[in-house]
Structure formats: structure tokens, C-alpha cells
């Protein structure tokens, strides 16, 4: 049971390029979440999603794009990378919008 | 307001002793309150979570204190050990959504 999977690990981009940072959970988890983490600002959160099909903004979505066509996978999508996104990266998960989310491992993404 | 604020920053406490951080909300409507325990490199991991009809939750060392009318509530690390060094998280959790305080960089010296 991996529960939530995120990839990659480490990423370094230039300003200005567009990728994709993977997440996928296997606990059948209906909510799934993307938050930002800086040094002494906490995790702030990105986007947001309540099932298949179904995301809204959180905090800081600027810059970002989300989808949700399965239950399994939510990629966050940086459109034109800027210094600014530096930041650690995490996914997590909850089977109800009630209920503690479970967090991925986190991607570093530094941006030049 | 979706602020949680957190205190302190960082936190020094000799092993054996209690470490205790507090937050603050204002928002009404969030409806679960989680702690989570951060070691460098690795994600958040659930410590313990209360909800707001509940005044006091324990589960082993680990206590959450809630007063729902003042909006606060803290966490108290009983008999702290060099193994709880890490960044401690409240949040408040509402339709999905968890709102971080700032963190709390705990440090237990043998």
C-alpha cells in the first residue's frame, strides 16, 4: 500500500518553461489537495479537489492548473515557471472532506 | 478570516519535559483541527486531530486541549524525547481544505 505517490522527487527548471508534477494515491480517497510549502510561511494551499471531475482554488493558485479525471491522480501543472515558484510541493489525500489529510513525500522544485 | 496563527517558532526543552505549542483561529466554520509532525525531508504526518465538539483529546504522550469559545487550542507533548525534534503543524481542516498555522520547530536536548 503506497498511499500517495508523488513524482518527481526533485526538479529544476528555467523561467519560463511549463511542467507537470505527478501525484497518485491508491486509497480510494474521494478529496485530494495541493499545498506549497516556504520557509516560515507554513503550507499554503493551491488547489484543491472533492472527486473526479470536481477542483476549486485554495489560498495561492495562481500560476497553477489542476485536473481530477480519475479518483487515483491530481497533476498540478506550473503554465510558465517564475523564481517565485520555488517551494516544496506536497500532495495529500482524505476520504472525506472531514476527515485529516494524508501527505506525499513532496517535490523540490527550484526554478532559475 | 482563514488565518491559524502558531507559537512559538521554535521551542527548546530539556528530555523529560513538556513541550507545549498553542494556535488560534477565527473562522467558525472549520470543523477538525489536526496536528502534524514534519521531520526534514519527509511530508506532514498526521500527530493527532480533535474536532470542535471535544474539549481535550489524548493519545499516548500526545494531548490536544480545545476551547471552542476562545478559538484556541494546543498541543502538549508529554515526557518529551530527543526523537520528537521535528516542525510541528496545527490546521484547521473545512470541506477538504486544511488551513497551516506557521509551524514549531521543537528541539529536545537530551
Known amino acids: 500500500n503506497a498511499g500517495v505517490t508523488q513524482t518527481p522527487k526533485f526538479q529544476v527548471l528555467k523561467t519560463g518553461q511549463s511542467m507537470t508534477l505527478q501525484c497518485a494515491q491508491d486509497?480510494?480517497?474521494?478529496?485530494m489537495s495541493w499545498y506549497r510549502q516556504d520557509p516560515g510561511m507554513g503550507l499554503r494551499l493551491i488547489h484543491y479537489s472533492v472527486g473526479a471531475g470536481i477542483t476549486d482554488q485554495g489560498e495561492v493558485p495562481n500560476g497553477y492548473n489542476v485536473s481530477r479525471s480519475t479518483t487515483e491522480d491530481f497533476p498540478l501543472r506550473l503554465l510558465s515557471a517564475a523564481p517565485s515558484q520555488t517551494s516544496v510541493y506536497f500532495c495529500?489525500?482524505?476520504?472525506?472532506?472531514?476527515?485529516?489529510?494524508?501527505f506525499g513525500d513532496g517535490t523540490r522544485l527550484s526554478i532559475l | 478570516q482563514q488565518q491559524v496563527k502558531q507559537s512559538p517558532q521554535s521551542l527548546i526543552v530539556q528530555k523529560g519535559g513538556i513541550s507545549i505549542i498553542n494556535c488560534a483561529y477565527e473562522?467558525?466554520?472549520?470543523?477538525?483541527f489536526p496536528w502534524y509532525q514534519q521531520f526534514p525531508g519527509k511530508g506532514p504526518a498526521l500527530l493527532i486531530a480533535?474536532?470542535?465538539?471535544?474539549s481535550e483529546k489524548k493519545e499516548g504522550r500526545f494531548t490536544i486541549s480545545f476551547n471552542k469559545s476562545a478559538k484556541q487550542f494546543s498541543l502538549h507533548i508529554m515526557d518529551s524525547q530527543p526523537g520528537d525534534s521535528a516542525t510541528y503543524f496545527c490546521a484547521a481542516g473545512w470541506r477538504g481544505k486544511l488551513i497551516f498555522g506557521q509551524g514549531t520547530e521543537l528541539s529536545v536536548k537530551p
Open positions: 473562522n467558525t466554520a472549520f470543523d477538525y
Open positions: 486509497m480510494n480517497h474521494e478529496y
Open positions: 495529500a489525500s482524505s476520504p472525506t472532506g472531514a476527515q485529516p489529510q494524508h
Open positions: 480533535i474536532r470542535p465538539d471535544v
